[in-house]
């Protein structure tokens, strides 16, 4: 089975900053790699599909980028809607989700 | 708008079953879709729990529900279901379920609200 690991586990920052998540599968997945945004009591969302590209109706200073085994999401400019969790997903063989990194205000 | 309404949650004795159910509205075809339950324990991250194609003839599961677990669908009533098994303290979790495209195992771009399950004596 697929790994996928993600770092760091959390992370503190501020309105403004620009915020850089890192997602590793264990074996190379092409670009099946996905990312949503998950807040405290709610469903996850999505973000990014095959990554790199933005679902409809998500920021654009939102953007994803790898291929092979790694991978990033990146928030360009950190929004106070932006502090949450954030998962990776590989939908390579199978829906596999990352241990998540908790964004949180510093 | 795509809707997808989790029900069936509740509170059971280990080793009990539990049936949930997602209704699903708003779809287009129900039935061109794939989809797939997820999970999430008390302050835990997201697990994946099954998928199934759009017509149900192939389904999808990890170790640790497989054998236990069945996903199914009804096409003619847009209804998703999740059979539950001899069921553990670890499969406390809110179970939420998702629309996937790309495939049974693809990426999840409409989810439920969750159904809370609660396996405990």
């Given amino acids: ?106 | 708008e795509v809707q997808l309404l989790e029900s069936g949650g509740g509170l059971v004795r280990p080793g009990g079953s539990l049936r949930l159910s997602c209704a699903a509205a708003g779809f287009v075809r129900f039935d061109t879709y794939a989809m797939t339950w997820v999970r999430q324990a008390p302050g835990k991250g997201l697990e994946w729990v099954s998928s199934i194609t759009d017509s149900g003839g192939r389904t999808y599961y990890p170790d640790s529900v497989k054998g236990r677990f069945t996903i199914s669908r009804d096409n003619s009533q847009n209804t998703l279901y999740l059979q539950m098994h001899s069921l553990r303290a670890e499969d406390t979790a809110v179970y939420y379920c998702a629309r996937s495209l790309r495939g049974a195992t693809g990426y999840l771009d409409s989810w439920g609200q969750g159904a809370l399950v609660t396996v405990s004596s």
């Fill in chain 1, 1 to 106: 089975d697929i790994q996928m690991t993600q770092s760091p586990s959390s992370l503190s920052a501020s309105v403004g900053d620009r915020v850089t998540i890192t997602c590793r599968a264990s074996e190379s997945i092409s670009s099946y790699v996905n990312w949503y945004q998950q807040k405290p009591g709610k469903a996850p969302k999505l973000l990014i599909y095959a990554a790199s590209s933005l679902q409809s109706g998500v920021p654009s200073r939102f953007s994803g980028s790898g291929s092979g085994t790694d991978f990033t999401l990146t928030i360009s400019s950190l929004q106070p809607e932006d502090f949450a969790t954030y998962y990776c997903q590989e939908s390579y063989s199978s829906p596999r989700f990352g241990p998540g990194t908790k964004v949180d205000i510093k």
